[in-house]
Structures are given as structure tokens and as C-alpha cells.
């Protein structure tokens, strides 16, 4: 049984995402089911074979200062925009520098920068290259900035571990709380790298949804019509603080338990056993049975065979008992380093409501997946405790429990 001083709780909540400007916006899309992907509207997506892609639905042009964002990689303008949004949502909690540290993951950081400045040097020289360049290509840019801004000294730290980034940014935070290292974190992922060698890359995988002609249908976990994600840019963080920091305080969730696993087996390939130590491991931290669990926010990428392992691992764990399971990639498409931060913010809003999103665009379930309790339609939950799972190339898994505040 934990003590109160080692409850942790989010506190608050922000996001940028191609579904809305804010955390609010973003859950009231995903509760309506509404679609966050469309055409490539960049000039260099013309010749490429992937054409789609979620872009933010709030430019960070419309958020920020201009000189502000000037000196920032495209990563590190959401990284701020949603941290500031968090932080104000949390009540711009009253800590000591020292007792308040910033976990950022992100998948690619400041790779856009990178490039850019690569044609620019190329093209016109080294003098033309801006002297912004190496802050803003730094994958620990996000989280340095923040930090920054919040005047945040107990650590700022930057997990790299590709999609499972978001979610292990949460679950560093939750160790930082417990082991007593701060008092508040603020915690998330972000990402921005819709550019043309990425989706060069992605198509030559055969990893990336080629539904050009269909952007609304082309992220369709479980669905037989899968064909593989859909890259999106954003960024979304929470706050996360010790319960016993302002008792009165409004709590959108206990984040209860969390474990980080690897498989040690491909470098692409998800395997079943290493994403089930992940998720029998956050149960176990949170001290809960599988059959406590109500819902779960699968990673589910729409890739053919990713979402077959994970499907293997749920039905591993939970047996016969069968939670609801959602999967908003369906709607924002995949936002790598973000997403699984942005999974465990809409696993926090869902349990504050009592209200789950469906999977968007399952309209034939494949026969694979019949053990699982897929959520087709919108609607109440009531249950106190949920799970929201994300793994990433090179094996990376992170599984995280959050229950009712």
C-alpha cells in the first residue's frame, strides 16, 4: 500500500496535435471521432509516394512570439506550447526550482533543423547557416527550453527510445517523484519531422499507409484495411506532482504504476514477450490485477503485423477478461516521440470524465483480433483504472497505469 507522499497525480494537462490547439480541443475531437490527417500541403510533397500526413491543426506561428520561435526547432515550439498550456492548467504550481524538474522525449529532436541547415550549407555556404543551429537540432532542445522556461533545476532530461518516448518521459517522471529527486515534473513528448526524407524513408519500408486518394481512412487500427501509420507531428505534457503537495488541488488522474522493458530482438519488430513484461510490470507496480483494468489505450500504429503482436500481448495478460480498447492513432495518426505522452493525456481525460473514444475507421475488424473488446462506438466508462501502452523501433516498450483521482 503506498503512503500519500508517494501517490502521484496529474495534475494538469497540454497539447498541440493535428486534431486541435489545446488538451481540450484535442480530447473533444477524439471523443467525436473527428479526423486529424489530410494532404500533404508542402510544395516538396508533390513527388513522394506519401502524400498524407497529420499536420498540426494550430500552426505554433499563432501560439508563439515570432523572435521567440526563430531560435526554435519546430519540436521545441510544441514542446513549449503544450508545457506552457500544462502548467497553466495545473495552477502554475508554487515549488522551489530545485523540487521541479522536465522529462521531454522525443523520437527525431531537432532532425528538420538538421537537414534544413544541411541544404542551406550545401546550397550558400557557411555563412549562411544560422547560429541557432546546434540548440535547435539538439534532441535535449525540448526539454532544455522548458526547462528553461519554468525555471525548472531538479533535471531536464530527454528520453530517445522512438515511440515509446512520450510514455517513458511519463514514467522517468514518476520515478523522479517517488524516489524523491522533485516534487513536480512536468513530463511529455514531442515531435515535429514531416519532411521529405523521413517519408522517403517510411515508403521504402513499406511501413507508411500509401492511402493517398483516402486521408480521413488511411490510420485504421485492427481494421483488415490497414496498410500501415500515418506520420503526424505534436506534442502533449502533463503535469505531474505528489498528492500530497495541494491535497485540494483537482486531479485528473493517479498515475499509479509504470515499467520500461526492451525486447532485445529486432530492430523494427515488435515482440510480444518484451511488450508483455511492460505491461504485467506496470500492473504490478500500480499493485493492480489485470481484471482491475477497464480500458486500455493501445499503441496500435495500423501497421499490418504491429498491431498483431500487441493484440498477442493483451490477450496474454488480460485472458478472458476483456477491457475496452481504444486507439486515437486512428484519428491524429502517429506522432512517434509524442505519443504515447498523448496517450496517457487522453487516458487521464477519459478517466476524469468516465468517458472513453473509439477507434476510428474499424469498420471491419479483422478476425485476428476477435479476443479484444474494440471500442467501435464513443461512450461512457465506468471503471477507475486504465492502461495505455507504447513501444518503438529497437525494441523499446513502456506500459503505464493511471486510475481514477
Not at 513522394?48 to 497529420?54: C, E
Not at 493484440?311 to 496474454?316: F, I
Request: hydrophobic letters at 45%; proline letters at 6%; charged letters at 20%.
Amino acid at each position: 500500500m503506498r503512503t500519500e507522499y508517494d501517490t502521484v497525480v496529474v495534475s494538469g494537462l497540454g497539447a498541440t496535435t493535428p486534431l486541435g490547439g489545446t488538451a481540450p480541443a484535442t480530447w473533444r475531437a477524439m471523443c467525436e471521432g473527428r479526423n486529424g490527417i489530410r494532404a500533404l500541403d508542402r510544395p516538396w510533397a508533390a513527388d513522394l509516394p506519401i502524400r498524407i500526413a497529420g499536420q498540426l491543426a494550430v500552426e505554433p506561428s499563432e501560439v508563439l512570439d515570432r523572435v521567440e520561435a526563430r531560435r526554435l526547432d519546430r519540436s521545441e515550439q510544441l514542446a513549449l506550447i503544450a508545457a506552457r498550456e500544462a502548467w497553466a492548467d495545473a495552477g502554475r504550481p508554487d515549488v522551489e526550482g530545485e523540487r521541479l524538474a522536465v522529462v521531454i522525449g522525443t523520437g527525431t529532436g531537432g532532425a528538420v533543423t538538421m537537414l534544413d541547415q544541411d541544404d542551406v550549407l550545401e546550397r550558400s555556404g557557411v555563412r549562411k547557416v544560422s547560429p541557432h543551429t546546434v540548440p535547435m537540432l539538439m534532441a535535449n532542445g525540448p526539454a532544455a527550453w522548458v526547462s528553461i522556461d519554468l525555471g525548472a533545476r531538479a533535471g531536464a532530461h530527454t528520453p530517445v527510445s522512438a515511440c515509446a518516448s512520450g510514455a517513458e518521459a511519463v514514467a522517468l517522471g514518476l520515478d523522479l517523484i517517488r524516489l524523491g529527486r522533485a516534487d513536480v515534473v512536468v513530463a511529455g513528448g514531442t515531435e515535429a519531422c514531416l519532411h521529405p526524407l523521413p517519408l522517403a524513408g517510411f515508403a521504402q519500408a513499406r511501413a507508411h499507409s500509401l492511402r493517398n486518394d483516402d486521408p480521413a481512412g488511411a490510420s485504421r487500427p485492427f481494421d483488415t484495411g490497414r496498410d500501415g501509420f500515418v506520420i503526424a507531428e505534436g506534442a502533449a505534457v502533463l503535469v505531474l506532482e505528489r498528492a500530497s503537495l495541494r491535497p485540494s488541488r483537482r486531479r485528473y488522474a493517479t498515475l499509479a504504476g509504470a515499467a520500461v522493458t526492451s525486447d532485445a530482438h529486432h530492430i523494427t519488430a515488435g515482440h510480444p514477450d518484451g511488450q508483455t513484461r511492460a505491461v504485467r510490470g506496470a500492473l504490478a507496480d500500480a499493485g493492480l490485477a489485470p481484471e482491475a483494468v477497464g480500458l486500455v489505450h493501445a499503441h496500435a500504429t495500423s501497421t499490418p503485423r504491429g498491431d498483431l503482436t500487441e493484440a498477442e500481448t493483451l490477450t496474454r495478460v488480460f485472458g478472458p477478461h476483456r477491457p475496452a480498447v481504444t486507439a486515437t492513432k486512428s484519428m491524429t495518426g502517429h506522432l512517434f516521440g509524442a505519443a504515447g505522452a498523448l496517450a496517457a493525456l487522453a487516458t487521464a481525460y477519459a478517466l476524469h470524465h468516465q468517458h472513453a473514444p473509439a477507434v476510428r475507421n474499424l469498420t471491419d475488424p479483422d478476425p485476428e483480433f476477435l479476443p479484444l473488446n474494440l471500442l467501435a462506438t464513443s461512450g461512457p466508462l465506468p471503471h477507475t483504472a486504465a492502461l495505455t501502452n507504447a513501444f518503438g523501433f529497437g525494441g523499446h516498450n513502456a506500459s503505464l497505469v493511471l486510475t481514477r483521482a
